[in-house]
């Protein structure tokens, strides 16, 4: 018995011990051995020694046919990304007490002041294009329209001197806003302005009539839009391929082991196991040899 049981034990020995060290020396040692100024053969590991060169193969392997950009943008797309974004977006919109003030972190006023200037000189700019010789018309028809039309008073003021009149009184009206337009016009602007901006952000959309199912779709529509405009560049933009190369880079060989281990554990011990059965089996030959 002992002629059968000590091949077959042997041979199982071997093939396990083989296997076993073959797969630590994937790793180990973590670093070369110098002996003098001689360096030992197979070190560092192979893994170590060829790290950068690994590195590069696994991420062009991971951008190129694992996880490719056309795979990431059409994640993004299946994903429930586009109502968490609306969702926030409208939870932000009518569910915060922030005012718009608060979230314009505007504490001073400053930008009230800006955009009272900036909505006061286009309304005064409006008005200095606007033809006010026809508005002013217009109002006097409508007010004076039986008083003009009276055959006693249009003796007096023909058609002419009506145009002349009108004119004279528009032209009036805007040297009277160039001199004094924001004067007048900046207090109601920022009145109105500052009312805005110390309200909440949803008192100022209830007030205008802004529900949230418009607000919803028009923010899907946005990110639809953005995603199918810009996806593709942002997400080639991220450059997977660095990334995982740089990681892999960083890694040291004990971290690369664990890294390694955490996922096939169970298939290298099966390699290991595998030698074992393998020496046994060469051991079962030899004994018919």
């Known amino acids: 018995m ?9 041979g199982a020995l ?3 011990c083989t296997n076993y060290i073959a797969i630590k020396m994937l790793f180990h040692p973590y670093k070369e051995i110098r002996i003098g100024g001689f360096k030992l053969p197979f070190t560092p590991g192979v893994i170590p020694k060829n790290q950068p060169r690994i590195a590069r193969a696994v991420g062009n392997a991971i951008s190129n046919q694992l996880l490719t950009s056309e795979d990431i ?8 990304a586009k109502e968490s974004f609306v969702g926030g977006i409208e939870e932000f919109l009518f569910e915060k007490d922030d005012t718009i003030g608060e979230l314009l972190h505007d504490n001073n006023g400053e930008m009230a002041d800006k955009a009272s200037i900036i909505i006061s000189d286009a309304l005064i700019d409006g008005v200095k294009q606007a033809d006010l010789k026809s508005v002013i018309a217009k109002i006097a028809s409508d007010a004076l ?11 007096f003021l023909s058609g002419d001197r009506l145009d002349s009149i009108y004119e004279n009184i528009g032209n009036s009206f805007k040297d009277y806003i ?19 901006e110390e309200n909440p952000l949803k008192y100022s959309l209830d007030k205008l009539g802004i529900d949230r199912e418009p607000v919803r779709e028009i923010a899907g529509n946005i990110i639809d839009g953005f995603i199918e ?10 450059n997977i391929n660095d990334i995982v190369q740089k990681k892999i880079e960083e890694m040291n ?18 390699v290991i ?3 074992a059965l393998i020496g046994a089996v060469i051991g079962i030959i030899n004994i018919f040899i």
């Open 14 to 16: 071997i093939g396990y």
């Open 145 to 155: 329209g039986d008083i003009i039309n009276n055959p006693l008073i249009s003796m």
């Open 2 to 10: 002992l002629h059968v049981i000590l091949p077959v034990a042997v």
């Open 253 to 270: 060989a004990a971290e690369l082991e664990q890294l390694v281990f955490s996922v096939m554990k169970h298939e290298l011990q099966a």
């Open 73 to 80: 943008l059409n994640k993004i797309k299946e994903s429930s």
């Open 178 to 196: 160039n001199m004094y337009g924001r004067d007048a016009v900046m207090p109601v602007v920022k009145a109105k302005v500052t009312e805005i």
């Open 273 to 275: 196991n595998l030698g």
């Open 229 to 238: 405009d810009n996806g593709m560049r942002i997400v080639q933009n991220i």
